[in-house]
């Protein structure tokens, strides 16, 4: 697409996609079609095959012999760096295109979308720096007779299976880190949401990767799914998605090959509010970081935990907040808050919705839908009067609906923080950093920010404590993690024979 109205409306007809394997696109030919509807617009979007197991094998012998070759492994970090360079140039210059599908395909607002497209540019950026920097260790201390080194090696081909909350910026937190590692890669976006992964293949064809260093295959993740995880020649997984799902994708592992694993799972993030934290602030931050996405974020904020002193007033203001954030249109600029992705996690969140006063919550504001004619919407929900063992206390629902629940203490604080099976993200807002700096090292979560929320940059690395995963994406962390150890013992000198 070359031009983009600055009044947005969606296409008249469906943009169609082959898939991408062996740096080429592979038409759809006789493959049976999805057809995706815009969550917000009720319109057929885009259009991908659905690619059979038998295009998964040869998707995955293309990355098998692009590795093992070492086309691309083999290459100097320079020349690894030089490619992700220009992937975040192109990824600029088509930013608006890639940000149009995002929004058509997932619901979320065009200049969310935008933002985060801009990010992704960002991330390929500064991946190409960990291309040329990462390195091992070496042991001079082995004595005169021994010298030792350790070096990383990339791991081989990945599978990379994202979803559909986040469809390029998920992409993107491990694509740019997977390639400056000098791994291959085989993508399963969701299917819902598959258009901009396979515009990502495209752009790193035209920035000059090696062919078949990265493919993407379409289609369902019952099918084409399980078949990527349970693959014999795949080397390592990395899974963004439900906890129900991670758990598939171990046994599968333990089932196959034993591939190494990445897993970025499910979570129920505290948001800790003292009394004495700047109020006005925390109750934005806490409004953004529930409605952010419409709430569909790994790491939104679902469990408010405020000092009782101020619950009531706080729960006012955050009131206040959803009171005014702007739901609509995606394609809007205004808009804050777009529709919920698909119907089926529609209808889980208006359950919840249901569960939470069938179990006695207080609804605050909020539990409806937005009819808007079509599309999907729900409006920012607040519950108060809620216990610690209600369903919406302790399942990720992932959509707009915030909990609170008050506190006396900091040790209390604490100990319903951490009464979850997850560990993902936590934030704490407070002046006293006595308070932040203990709430910060006793809750477990991977990701934690104080007096903010959902900040974040691609030099932090991202992952979960207990069932929110395993591992980390993003800064050097995350291309360590495709990277294997070896270690190297070098003789010097004479042998000190065995058998004399
Ligand atoms: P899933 O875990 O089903 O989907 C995530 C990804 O896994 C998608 O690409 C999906 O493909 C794929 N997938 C599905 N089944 C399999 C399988 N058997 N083998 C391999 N891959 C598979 O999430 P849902 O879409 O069902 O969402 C359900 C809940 O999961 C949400 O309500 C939310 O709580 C949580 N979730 C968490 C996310 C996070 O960022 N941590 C992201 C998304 C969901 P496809 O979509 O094509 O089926």
Redesign the pocket.
Known sequence: MDQISTRLSPPEAPREFGFFMNGAWVPAGDRELFDRQSPAHGVPVTRVPKCTVEDLDAAVDAARRAFDDRRWSGLNGQARAAVLLRTGALIRERADEIAYFETLENGKPISQARAEVLGCADMFEYASGLARSLHGDSFNNLGDGLFGLVTREPVGVVGL??????PFL?LCERVPYILASGCTIVA?????TSATTLILAEILSDAGLPDGCMNVVT????S???A??EHPRVDMLS????????R??VE?AGKSNFKKLGL????KNPQIVFADADLEDAADGVAFGIGFNTG???VSGSRLIVERSVADDFARMVQAKFDKVRVGDPLDEATQIGAIT?E??NA?IMSYIERGQAEGARLICGGAQLDMGRGQFIVPTLFGDVTRDMSIARE???GPVLTIMPFDTIEEAIEIANDTDYG?AASVWTKNIDKALTVTRQVQAGRFWVNTTLAGGPELPLGGFRQSGWGREAGIYGVEEYTQVKSVHIEIGKRDHWVK
């Open positions: 299976i994202t979803p559909w909350n986040f998920i399963k976006p969701s299917e819902v289609g369902a993740g019952s084409i799914g399980q990527l995880i899974f963004t998605g439900s906890t129900a799902v991670g598939r994708v599968a970025e799972l499910g979570g569909q974020c790994c698909t089926a996690q889980t990720e629902i992932f993902l």
